[in-house]
């Protein structure tokens, strides 16, 4: 089960991207073992200071292990597969 | 040209940063509310002046702070910042909040990003605390990790427009080689310049060996500011800006107090001894007693009960309180009971500006009002040539402002040849009150020191040329011998004036003769006088008995006739008229 979390500046264009890009991945690759929670630092900028989130997007995979952390608006997909451990070979 | 402004006005349009001189020199401050650059290169001070205004404004005005750390962790910062008297762990409980925001080393990238999240975050805790002053220091770091010049600036303007909304005065440094001016204008630092109101560059380099930081206001709009480089050192209170006094101050209260020099016949020849908080020049050549001279001061100074420094660059401190002893100059009781502070300067690194510095704070720590330095000359050494005589200016500068008489001996350089009267490259001689000049008398096989006062402000003195004398009754002026136009010293002098001596005794002796020989013919001439003086009497009384004599004999003789006449019966005929 892949559990992740999103932090976002709802609004601009690179998070909006980013939350695009994240469930299309999630829907060809991950379809039905896949949970995104979204955290809006605008709603919530305490927490997002406090958990360390200075760039966004940002995409943290906290389950399966290992923890990976990544910036940014996720158009390179290949990459993003790369660091979720995705890449091809795993279904 | 820049318009002048009221202080009051010009006062709440600044942030001030509470730094020593940089207040001055920028007119009072950061402009408020706006964003200020902060440029140099590794290791030039940037992290400890940003977080300095943080510090000051917690501490001194009331406004709080965040620090958005990128390139070094907040732990990192905080311990660096020990060193200085802060006190920042208990301003970081309300007044001061640290952000750690470097860029984690595994970081993943894939597409564009932006600053948001951090923004965000940063405005709710700007909000809470309450915050008027934030830093962004390394801003470069986090920016080159943008894909492109497009993010750069896009990012850039989101900062700004985020600082405009919430009136944050704003400290962004960059890292950059001063001595590349044009890195600042390069993108993206010169795309910044719109929204930078103020940059400052801080430029550290070693000259000759000896390390010289230097801070340059480059830019202010809207004021009128010091454009010059200032000289600054980091010490204990942080950093320290050089400044000499500005036009404007109200000079310190002259006053007609004189101390004492130490030496009796100097004062005589001062009018009294040096003015209080004046600034005395002794120079001469090596050997010449220009330390003896100053110890005298420092001795005299501490007998007064005054509280006196004696910084010595030449030797130890305890190496000159044993010296002076042989001259009769006890210094060591004072030093003792804690009236008199010996500073052995030499272990005094750097550059003229970090021993000004210490000179300072070791006055102020022990409140000294008589301050000796030994010799002021060695400021100008070891690639400090150039520096020197700005140093010498504000020390002389800083003495007068807190009312500390100061004496400074220099050293002229025989080897170099230097005339007599020629000052050092300091030219302190033209700043100082008073200049004493030591120098040899060379005569029949003897050195002998002479002193002479080349000039003294307000004071009539003495142009005479006197033997200085040491011995191990202390330190006395004698009068130089001068007869037929020849100047003798020493033992000459010691002979001429034993010669004298005996001429004179020889001529009182006489003169007592003569007076004894007058007195005795004065003697006998009374004697005479009176002796001629009874005769005289003696024949009066003979010439009247004389004439008392003749007068009775006539008359017996007349009544002789009469009687025989009445004896031959005869009448009383009247007596013939004869």
Known sequence: MFKFRLYVATGTLNSTQAVANLNALCRAYLQGRHEIEVVDVFREPQRALAEGIRMTPTLLKLAPPPVRLMVGSLSQTQRVLETLGLDSGVT | MKSERSPAATASRKAPTGIAGFDEISGGGLPRGRTTLLVGGPGSGKTIFSLQFLVNGARYYKETGIFVAFEETSKRIAANADSFDWRLPELRRKKLLFVDAQPKPDLMQSGDFDLCGMLAGLGAQARKMKARRIVFDALDIVLALLPDLTARRREIYRLHEWLLQRELTCLVTLKAAADEPSSITQQPYGFMQFMVDCSVILNHSVVLGVSQRNLRVQKYRGSSFDENESPFVIGKAGFEVAIVRLLGRVDADVTNERVTSGVKRLDTMLGGGYYRAACVLITGFPGTAKTTLSGAFAEAACRR???????????????????????????????????????????????????????????????????????????????????????????????????????????????????????????????????????????????????????????????????????????????VFTAGGEVLMGTMRWEKESAERVATEVAEVARTLKRVTLDTQQAELEVRLKAVQTELIAKQVERTLSARTTASRKAEILRGRVRMRELRGGDAAAPRRK
């Not at chain 2, 004072?334 to 021993?355: D, P, Q």
């Not at chain 2, 210490?358 to 010799?375: S, T």
Request: with cysteine; charged share 25%; proline share 1%.
């Open chain 2, 305 to 479: 009960g005054e509280r006196t420094m004696f910084v010595s660059f030449d030797s130890d401190g305890t190496e000159v309180v044993r010296n002076l002893a042989s001259v009769g100059i006890r210094l060591d009781r004072y030093v003792k009971n804690g009236l008199l502070r010996m500073v052995s300067a030499r272990t005094i690194n750097g550059s003229a500006e970090m021993c000004l510095v210490r000179i300072k704070a070791f006055a102020q720590e022990h409140r000294a009002r008589c301050l000796v330095i030994d010799p002021v000359s060695a400021l100008s050494k070891s690639g400090n040539e150039l520096t020197a005589h700005g140093v010498a200016e504000r020390m002389i500068d800083w003495s007068k402002a807190d009312r500390i008489t100061l004496v400074c001996t220099s050293l002229l350089n025989e080897i170099s040849g230097q005339a007599e009267g020629d000052d050092t490259s300091l030219h302190v001689s033209s700043l100082a009150d008073t200049w004493i000049h030591l120098s040899y008398l060379v005569q029949a096989g003897e050195r002998n020191r002479g002193m002479s006062i080349i000039k003294s402000r307000g004071t009539a003195h003495s142009n005479q040329v006197r033997e200085l004398i040491l011995s191990n009754a202390g330190v006395t002026l004698a009068d």
